[in-house]
């Protein structure tokens, strides 16, 4: 078998990944209430309690509301930088230590036949990090809640199957939108979040003929809308002359699961 996966949730309400391999089956965040993490899981007919672990990417609450509920129902391993785990721990509730492991960032970690490399992002948490997962000649990215994209993450993620990437935002949507300016002035930085022009530039930078799929993520319900960030992507690939199938990620709902390859 080969790489399967499906964004179970995406967006600044909460952000929640499944992968499996033939002999993993990974969750990167929790970002949802116990309740809605379990409705996900179902359909996409997937049972949580066969999973073999959970990485976490960074502590902010969107991506670590369920951590510890799905944790303690299923009796799960975490995974996560020294430092997401002092941030977080005041707020997924108490873990036996033996579900406490660290996954520092720039480490490549091996769980089975799944090759986990994980890379630093600049997002205004205390170590964001997010990952590339490799099984043989496969490879599925998740790159989000970064900035910018550094020519450091382009190595890291270039040539991927598939990319789970972020596009936040239009940038005329945020500059005009209700947030007051010092939240505007945060998404707009280096530790913020990627616009959708930004994102199609990032992707025409590495996605290669290997490429079949990007799944544009973390859309801002106030600051961005589906069809504009595919239109947008799309556009600036376009001008590349890079022609890709790009697909919609949803809060509240999960993706097909998809087989690469």
């Keep these: 078998m080969t790489l399967r996966f499906s964004v179970l949730a995406s967006g600044s309400t909460g952000n929640a990944f499944y992968i499996e391999s033939n002999e993993q089956r990974i969750l990167v965040d929790a970002g949802l209430s116990g309740k809605q993490m379990d409705r996900l899981f179902s359909e996409i007919n997937i049972d949580p309690s066969r999973l073999t672990g959970i990485l976490v990417t960074h502590e902010h609450s969107d991506h670590i509301k369920g951590l510890g509920i799905i944790a303690r129902k299923y009796n799960l391993p975490i995974y996560a930088n020294a430092r997401t785990w002092k941030a977080m721990e005041g707020s997924i509730g108490k873990l036996t230590l033996d579900q406490k492991f660290h996954f520092e960032t720039g480490e490549v970690k091996t769980f089975g036949d799944l090759d986990i490399e994980s890379f630093g992002v600049s997002h205004d948490a205390v170590e964001p990090m997010f990952f590339s997962f490799n099984k043989g000649d496969q490879k599925v990215a998740l790159v989000t809640d970064l900035g910018y994209v550094s020519e450091r993450i382009k190595k890291t993620v270039e040539g991927a199957d598939a990319y789970i990437f972020e596009a936040n935002h239009d940038v005329e949507m945020l500059r005009m939108g209700r947030y007051p300016w010092s ?28 490429t079949k799929r990007v799944y544009l993520a973390h859309l801002s319900q106030d600051n961005n809308m589906k069809d504009l960030a595919r239109m947008s992507v799309d556009n600036v690939l376009k001008e590349r002359g890079i022609s890709l199938e790009l697909h919609d990620t949803d809060p509240n709902s999960p993706t097909p699961i998809y087989e690469v390859g």
């Design 183 to 210: 939240v505007k002035r945060r998404i707009l930085g280096d530790s913020g979040h990627v616009s959708n022009e930004d994102s199609g530039l990032a992707l025409s930078d590495i996605i290669s003929n290997k």
